[in-house]
């Protein structure tokens, strides 16, 4: 992102954190925003209250830019007690990586848990975010994706989703960085019961940081 892209993405996530009902952002630069609240979404999984967003223009002088407004799907206080039930499960998954553990230890752990806890049901309840795994255990390529990005982020781990599409249809990975180095990481495919392939979870590592 440039500067200008950059300075609108710091006002509406800090926006969105807040919850507030209408984010002033400083552009009026339609394809700014498309890309920011993309960007947005890729980096930060944990965003499990919002599905989509509204915006208008403002022309008034000195007030020129968007409104936007998010669509929570939850009230602040809703939020903030799901986001304590999370943060618990989360906690006690990672203190399970031993403290030395390398960036590679680190993201096979995230592979592994991920398919090792959580099946892929293509119909489960908030499959689109981190509720259908943390919470339900039941998820699809999104809720694992967003998953992923929000371990990472406690690991101190730059990751991010990757939206795209197969021959399939609509799909999501991850981009991981590791010692400086970018690396691709689609869990759903490396989980064996995917396609109902199998009875039972089960990892294939032929997914888990590949590069280009």
Same mark, same amino acid.
């Given at each position: 992102?440039?500067?200008?892209?950059?300075?609108?993405?710091?006002?509406?996530?800090?926006?969105?954190?807040?919850? !507030? %009902?209408?984010? +002033? &952002? /400083?552009?009026?630069?339609?394809?700014?925003? *498309? #890309?920011?609240?993309?960007?947005?979404?890729?980096?930060?999984?944990?965003?499990?209250?919002?599905?989509?967003?509204?915006?208008?223009?403002?022309?008034?002088?000195? !007030? %020129?830019?968007? +409104? &936007? /407004?998010?669509?929570?799907?939850?009230?602040? *206080? #809703?939020?903030?007690?799901?986001?304590?039930?999370?943060?618990?499960?989360?906690?006690?998954?990672?203190?399970?990586?031993?403290?030395?553990?390398?960036?590679?230890?680190? %993201?096979?752990?995230?592979?592994?848990?991920?398919?090792?806890?959580?099946?892929?049901?293509?119909?489960?309840?908030?499959?689109?975010?981190?509720?259908?795994?943390?919470?339900?255990?039941?998820?699809?390529?999104?809720?694992?994706?967003?998953?992923?990005?929000?371990?990472?982020?406690?690991?101190?781990?730059?990751?991010?989703?990757?939206?795209?599409?197969?021959?399939?249809?609509?799909?999501?990975?991850?981009?991981?960085?590791?010692?400086?180095?970018?690396?691709?990481?689609?869990?759903?495919?490396?989980?064996?019961?995917?396609?109902?392939?199998?009875?039972?979870?089960?990892?294939?590592?032929?997914?888990?940081?590949?590069?280009?």
């Amino acid at each position: 992102l440039d500067e200008t892209s950059k300075k609108v993405y710091d006002e509406l996530y800090e926006g969105i954190i807040e919850m !507030e %009902s209408t984010i +002033k &952002v /400083s552009t009026l630069d339609d394809k700014v925003l *498309s #890309d920011v609240t993309e960007c947005i979404a890729a980096d930060h999984g944990e965003l499990f209250y919002i599905d989509g967003y509204s915006y208008t223009k403002t022309g008034l002088i000195g !007030e %020129s830019g968007f +409104k &936007v /407004s998010p669509n929570y799907t939850m009230k602040k *206080s #809703d939020r903030d007690a799901m986001q304590e039930r999370i943060d618990a499960i989360v906690n006690s998954w990672l203190s399970e990586i031993p403290g030395n553990a390398s960036d590679y230890e680190k %993201s096979k752990w995230v592979y592994e848990t991920l398919i090792n806890r959580v099946d892929y049901v293509a119909n489960a309840p908030d499959n689109q975010n981190i509720i259908s795994v943390f919470i339900n255990g039941q998820t699809v390529c999104q809720g694992y994706s967003n998953a992923a990005t929000y371990l990472f982020s406690k690991l101190g781990i730059q990751s991010f989703v990757v939206p795209g599409a197969t021959e399939t249809g609509l799909h999501a990975w991850n981009c991981v960085r590791l010692d400086n180095e970018y690396y691709l990481m689609d869990i759903t495919w490396g989980n064996a019961n995917y396609g109902e392939y199998s009875d039972a979870n089960k990892v294939s590592y032929n997914m888990l940081n590949v590069t280009s």
